[in-house]
């Protein structure tokens, strides 16, 4: 299996642009994580989802943050409008159960200027 | 109050040597405890895990855990470290009743030649 799987890698954007990154979660999995990464604070978890109904959404900071996930293959972060303070790297992560062993994709390094 | 405590946020030690990088857990999470670890620009894999049953826990690359009711602690170890353990390492708790895992702070592990 590939892995988790998150595009791009790299985002460069400027204040007030819409920004959406993307997972693909290892096949078989039911749940899917979103987390944030910054010096400042931490890992943070944002959202996750169990058979792509959002369970948790306590840790999404306002209403510019919004996630979806269509089916089983797929989510979605987006950011809109993004800020400076949004800069961070986002992981997604699966998990086949729930005992907490998730898989971690590589991670998409934000930068908002 | 934090859930999960790491004491250290930098661990600087020299190749062969052991290391223990420390975790406290409080009442607030449940006992099913993980050691993550995170290698320079990618995501967070599991090291270790305790859920149930003995209370040494061995992982992958040497490493190993006690989970410690008592003190509520759940340090690592590794009797001899090389160089490739330079990473940063999370020591996170499944929140009770909940699929959602607390992570620590993080502690730097730097292993000089």
């Known amino acids: 299996d590939a892995g988790v799987i998150q595009s791009p890698r790299h985002e460069v954007t400027e204040m007030g642009q819409e920004v959406t990154l993307r997972c693909k979660p290892i096949s078989g999995h039911d749940y899917l994580f979103w987390y944030r990464q910054t010096m400042m604070r931490g890992l943070e978890l944002l959202i996750y989802?169990?058979?792509?109904?959002?369970?948790?959404d306590s840790g999404m900071p306002e209403d510019r943050f919004s996630a979806k996930m269509p089916n089983a293959s797929f989510s979605t972060l987006k950011i809109q409008p993004s800020e400076p303070r949004d800069s961070a790297v986002y992981f997604c992560?699966?998990?086949?159960?729930?005992?907490?062993?998730?898989?971690f994709g590589p991670g998409t390094r934000l930068l908002v200027l | 109050a934090q859930s999960v405590t790491q004491l250290d946020s930098q661990v600087p030690v020299f190749e062969e040597a052991p290391v223990e990088l420390r975790c406290n857990y409080s009442?607030?999470?449940?006992?099913?405890l993980f050691w993550y670890v995170q290698y320079p620009n990618q995501g967070l894999q599991l090291l270790l895990k305790y859920l149930s049953g003995s209370t040494l826990v061995k992982g992958i690359n040497g490493f190993e855990a006690e989970f410690n009711k008592s003190q509520t602690s759940f340090h690592l170890r590794k009797p001899s470290v090389h160089i490739s353990d330079t990473a940063e390492y999370f020591c996170a708790a499944l929140q009770g009743g909940s699929e959602k895992l607390v992570f620590g702070k993080g502690t730097k592990l730097t292993v000089n030649p």
């Open positions: 992560a699966s998990s086949l159960n729930r005992d907490g062993t998730q898989y």
């Open positions: 989802f169990n058979n792509n109904v959002p369970i948790d």
């Open positions: 009442s607030s999470v449940s006992v099913y």
